[in-house]
């Protein structure tokens, strides 16, 4: 399944790449795609690339429901395989 979902930007790093916290597993993202990224910033994550930036209240809201429905593990699960 191909899922897009909220991710804090930990650390902006060179290249166009960004560290990002998804349920606790660090993970290096291509942030190439969008504009004036910032520590503290959510984005919207896709395979490996933030898509755009998301408002904060949203992103945490997004986030609680996966969480609720139990999804949140699974996908921090499958983030840390790809590393």
């Known amino acids: 399944m191909c899922l897009a979902i909220p991710v804090k930007v930990e650390t902006v790093q060179a290249d166009d790449m960004a560290l990002v916290d998804i349920g606790g597993i660090k993970k290096s993202i291509s942030i190439a795609l969008v504009d004036d990224v910032a520590v503290g910033d959510y984005v919207i994550l ?11 209240e949203e992103a945490e809201r997004t986030l609680a429901m996966f969480a609720e429905m139990g999804e949140l593990e699974q996908i921090a699960s499958d983030a840390a395989a790809q590393l």
Do not use: F, R, S, W
């Open 46 to 56: 896709h395979v490996g690339y933030a898509l755009n930036k998301i408002d904060p």
